[in-house]
Structures are given as C-alpha cells and as structure tokens.
C-alpha cells in the first residue's frame, strides 16, 4: 500500500520534497483547500505534481455511506485503500444562527468522532466493532483523511475549529504512535490548526500508555471509559480490565498532565440494572475523589442481539444528581444519532 500523503507532519513533509518551500503549499491545498487531487495543486510545478502522484495516494478513503440523523449527526462509512471500513461521526453541537436580516451571526459547532483502528482488540461486550475483532491499525494519514474528507463534504472552511474526538472505531493508545502523529498534523499552524486543547483521546483504559502519553505533554484532553466502579463488573464489561484494572487506570489518570482549566471525562455507559444504582454512584464518588473530573452519563444504546437495555429517565437522573450533590460535575449526553445508529461499530455492522 502507498504512504498517503495526509501522513505527514509539515517538517517531515519538508524533507520528503524539493525545495522543502513547496510542502507549506501542499499543505494550503490539502487543509485550506481540501483538494482531491494533486493535479488541482495549482502552483506546484508539473514535475512535482506528477512525482507526487506516482509517490503518494492522496484519496485513501472512498465513501461508501453516509447516513444522516434528525439532529444533524452524520454517520460516514469509509472504505480504505485495502477494502476494509472505518466510521466517522460527525455531531453537530450547536446549530448555526442568524438575525433578523437572515444574516449569519454564529457558525455552527462541531466535533468529529474519529476512528484509530479497522476493528478493536479491547473486546467491549457492548460493542460491535469489538464483535469483528482487531484488523489492523490505521495510519496517521488515514485518521486525518478522516476530518479532511468530512470538511470538503460539509465545506466546512480550514478555520472553523471544531473538536476532534478520538472515540470511534479501535482503542486509539493500542495504535499510539499514529495517534501522535495525527494529533500534531491535525495542529500545524500551517494546516488545519486545530490545537491539542480541542482533541480528546478517549481511550479503555491502557494504564501503561496513558503514562506514555501523558510523558509526551502534548496538551491534550483525557476521556476515560470507565463504566463500572468494580473490576468484576469491568472485566465483564470490558475484558482488557484484566491487565488493566480500576487502581492502575486511576493512578495513571492521577499522574497525567491535565490543563488546569480542563478536566478528565470519565464515560460512564450507564446499563439498565447493570450499573445504574446509587451503591455504584456512591463508589464513583469514592474513585474520583482529588480529581478534576466531569462525569459523561450515556444512556445504552441497544441493538439488535444484546441482552444489556437502556436505563430509564428516572434512574439516570437519580444517578446523576447523586454525583452533582456530591461535588462532581455531571452530565447526561442525549444520545445524538439514535435514529441512525450512531453507536460504534453498528453501521458498518449492518453494511457487512
Ligand atoms: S467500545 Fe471502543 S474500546 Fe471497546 S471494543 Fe468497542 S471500539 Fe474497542
């Protein structure tokens, strides 16, 4: 398979092609103009367009669906250059508005879910992605083709920010050294600018490579998917708890370099009477306890073969004012995408 050219950091770039001025261009038409092919690279000299060419795929994912919710979340399925599928989500946090003279005066907020793997090795038994096992990791150019392609296809300018979320398909600390990679093209001033404050890696729980990356210092955002306060319930919720247990994850959260104004996202999948009682908001508490931490409650979101349900409104109100009279900061996330089932895995699941 040929490297991609979104794989790229800028200095990198700046020594793969002659003279090295050329990849802040190439850069321009890659994240300000979004381009999808090099021929379209207007003021590169013809000799290089077609080295490049002959050097680099600059499509690595073709669009085979996209499916769009009542709430705006666009579900994408991908296919990379080896056939295998990805998906990506796009939520739409904020709708745009305009005054009485229809002029537009905020420009709407989005954060893309992004994908890190073809398939996970973490095996979340509420998962489907997790259900086709692990295929193969992807690189750094194929996560950032990712928020490019979404960009173009919602002509989205090179400056509206938005956030990333490393939360889609694959466990994205089980593919690190192409995360970081993605995580520092994504910030290049010279590209799309989007500052490690806006990423988030959310990740099961890697201990080990939550230290790693918190050694790296790169300003990132912390989401952890904890879901049970207990290792018995996490290991059957999560398998990789074995290795990687509640006590480790929380030490390596404690010792991460976290901005003082930002907190550490604890996910918290709430599973009707699973974990949804006010023992396990009691021991949650307990856990968070000295850390700057804001609580994500998601409601399951069942499909079709899981015996797990959805918890009711009442239980995960409950829950969560327990949390906030206990001095945490909590949240319910609505699930975005219900109608066009946005949880991890299930489009491509029903594409196969
Ligand atoms: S929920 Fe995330 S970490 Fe767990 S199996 Fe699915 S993709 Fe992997």
Same mark, same amino acid.
């Given at each position: 398979?040929?490297?991609?050219?979104?794989?790229?950091?800028?200095?990198?770039?700046?020594?793969?092609?002659?003279?090295?001025?050329?990849?802040?261009?190439?850069y321009s038409w890659l994240y300000h103009n979004y381009v999808s092919s090099f021929d379209d690279m207007q003021n590169i000299p013809k000799t290089l367009r077609a080295?490049?060419?002959?050097?680099?795929? =600059? @499509? &690595?994912?073709?669009?085979?669906? /996209?499916e769009e919710s009542d709430d705006g979340t666009i579900k994408y399925l991908f296919e990379l250059a080896d056939g295998h599928t990805?998906?990506?989500v796009l939520l739409k946090m904020k709708d745009e508005k305009f005054n009485?003279?229809?002029?537009?005066?905020?420009?709407?907020?989005?954060?893309?879910?992004?994908?890190?793997?073809?398939?996970?090795?973490?095996?979340c038994s509420f998962c489907l992605t997790a259900k086709g096992g692990f295929i193969r990791d992807l690189s750094a150019g194929e996560i950032v083709a990712q928020i490019v392609y979404i960009k173009r296809d919602k002509h989205i300018e090179h400056n509206r920010r938005g956030n990333?979320?490393?939360?889609?398909?694959?466990?994205?600390?089980?593919?690190?050294?192409?995360?970081?990679?993605?995580?520092?093209?994504?910030?290049?001033?010279?590209?799309?600018? =989007? @500052? &490690?404050?806006?990423?988030?890696? /959310?990740?099961?729980?890697?201990?080990?490579?939550?230290?790693k990356l918190g050694e790296m210092d790169l300003g990132i955002n912390l989401a952890i998917s904890l879901h049970a306060v207990d290792d018995t319930l996490r290991e059957e919720l999560i398998p990789m708890n074995k290795a990687y247990n509640i006590a480790?994850?929380?030490?390596?959260?404690?010792?991460?370099?976290?901005?003082?104004?930002?907190?550490?996202?604890?996910?918290?999948?709430?599973?009707?009477?699973?974990?949804?009682?006010?023992?396990?908001?009691?021991?949650?508490?307990?856990?968070?306890h000295g850390i700057n931490a804001k609580v994500n409650?998601?409601?399951?979101?069942?499909?079709?073969?899981?015996?797990?349900?959805?918890?009711?409104?009442?239980?995960?109100?409950?829950?969560?004012?327990y949390l906030i009279n206990h001095g945490i900061l909590s949240t319910i996330r609505q699930s975005k995408g219900i109608d066009i089932s946005a949880a991890c895995g299930q489009l491509r699941e029903q594409t196969q």
């Open positions: 398979m040929r490297a991609t050219i979104y794989d790229y950091p800028l200095e990198e770039l700046k020594n793969l092609v002659k003279p090295p001025f050329r990849a802040k261009q190439i080295e490049l060419n002959e050097k680099y795929e =600059i @499509s &690595p994912l073709k669009i085979v669906k /996209s990805i998906e990506t009485e003279n229809g002029e537009l005066i905020h420009h709407a907020k989005y954060t893309v879910c992004i994908s890190t793997q073809v398939g996970c090795k973490v095996g990333i979320v490393y939360m889609g398909m694959g466990e994205p600390l089980d593919n690190l050294s192409a995360l970081t990679s993605a995580i520092k093209i994504f910030s290049e001033l010279d590209g799309l600018a =989007i @500052s &490690p404050r806006r990423q988030t890696v /959310s990740t099961s729980g890697l201990s080990s490579k939550i230290d480790s994850i929380m030490a390596a959260v404690r010792k991460f370099p976290i901005d003082k104004r930002k907190r550490v996202m604890f996910e918290y999948l709430v599973i009707d009477n699973i974990n949804d009682d006010i023992a396990s908001a009691k021991k949650l508490v307990k856990l968070l409650l998601i409601y399951f979101n069942p499909y079709e073969g899981t015996s797990y349900g959805r918890p009711s409104v009442k239980k995960m109100e409950s829950f969560s004012d």
